[in-house]
């Protein structure tokens, strides 16, 4: 048996974010179809963005990536919609786990420094 697109096997980051979220990604659905496996990972990478776990070791660039990602979750819209609705994931739940938390920036900034200059 393999683990899904989000399974603990692929993401050890789960341990550090909200229950909530864990929650909702330890709950999902078992893939019906690549298509929404992709999806599903797709959600992972941008909680994982979010989070700070973008694989970098460039401050800067990873502020970035955070930023872009946290943005995503705030204002993502319609195509955040469809996405969570085709990974057949809880959208509002994760959305308001990953808004919650506010990691700092390699700088020491938190979120609402970035949103006020």
Do not use: H
């Not at 019906?32 to 989070?51: F, G, H, K, N, T």
């Not at 969570?84 to 938390?101: D, K, M, S, V």
Request: charged share 30%; aromatic share 8%; glycine share 8%.
């Amino acid at each position: 048996m393999t683990t899904g697109p989000m399974g603990a096997s692929r993401v050890p980051f789960l341990d550090d974010v909200p229950k909530t979220v864990r929650e909702a990604f330890r709950k999902r659905q078992t893939p019906r179809s690549p298509e929404q496996a992709l999806y599903q990972d797709i959600v992972a990478r941008a909680v994982m963005d979010a989070c700070g776990y973008t694989g970098l070791n460039i401050p800067k660039r990873q502020d970035e990536i955070m930023r872009e990602a946290r943005l995503w979750f705030k204002f993502g819209g319609e195509d955040r919609s469809m996405i969570f609705e085709l990974a057949g994931l809880e959208e509002e739940r994760i959305r308001q786990a990953i808004i919650a938390i506010a990691p700092k920036y390699s700088d020491g900034r938190t979120e609402d420094a970035y949103d006020n200059g």
